[in-house]
């Protein structure tokens, strides 16, 4: 009788002091669900043969010290639920492609060089969560379609060189909890049903922008807030 053939799940090698490149041979380990390489030394750049993960749900490459880009070829990983890259030299834009990644509820990009435009595609993803992308050489404005993201708790953008006017549309996310858009070139004055429209607002961190107006008296609504800088605007 044929022996079960046990198959890898999940591999969690985070904090291990491993430096070089990561091996391509990992896109190789057709059922790994969990992919865990964080807080290590890791050069190079991210392997495009990540992307043949299908049931991949959780990869974590934070705080290493990858360069280029982040490969089109992970948006394959079609069951992602957690992207982690943060802490890294990567460079270029936010692939447009991630909107293909329909089950993606964490998104953190954050401390890295990336640079260009926040894709509005990012707006089709409805199960985001979370997403962090403070640190980095963003610019331009605020997409009006993040605002579809209902599920969003968390949305922190600061860090960067993103300019405009805080799009009304995000007064929709009726669940966010923390708003952190500080030191960026923002303008323009607070929406002022801010405090009625986000009503589990508890961190709302706007501080270093060109913002100007008055503080919107909704904010006395907000009754989960803990947590306010608007300075230096």
């Not at 708003?179 to 323009?188: I, S, T």
């Amino acid at each position: 009788r044929a022996r079960h053939q046990e198959r890898v799940l999940a591999l969690n090698l985070s904090g291990q002091a491993l430096d070089g490149q990561i091996s391509p041979s990992l896109g190789n380990m057709s059922y790994l669900a969990y992919l865990n390489l964080s807080t290590n030394r890791f050069s190079g750049q991210i392997p495009p043969d990540l992307g043949y993960l299908r049931k991949l749900e959780f990869l974590d490459l934070n705080y290493n010290s990858l360069q280029g880009s982040i490969p089109d070829a992970v948006t394959n990983c079609s069951s992602l639920r957690g992207l982690y890259l943060a802490g890294n030299l990567l460079v270029g834009e936010i692939p447009k492609k991630l909107a293909l990644l329909s089950s993606l509820q964490k998104l953190w990009l954050h401390s890295n060089k990336l640079t260009g435009a926040l894709p509005p595609d990012l707006g089709n993803i409805t199960s985001l969560r979370h997403v962090i992308l403070q640190a980095n050489q963003l610019h331009g404005s605020i997409p009006e379609e993040l605002g579809k993201l209902s599920n969003m708790t968390d949305l922190l953008l600061g860090g960067n060189r993103l300019s405009g006017r805080i799009p009304e549309a995000l007064m929709n996310l009726s669940s966010l909890r923390q708003l952190a858009m500080p030191v960026n070139l923002l303008h323009g004055p607070l929406p002022p049903r801010i405090g009625d429209f986000l009503p589990s607002l508890r961190l709302l961190y706007l501080g270093v922008n060109m913002l100007g107006g008055h503080i919107p008296e909704s904010l006395g609504n907000a009754s989960a807030l803990q947590s306010i800088e608007l300075e230096y605007n």
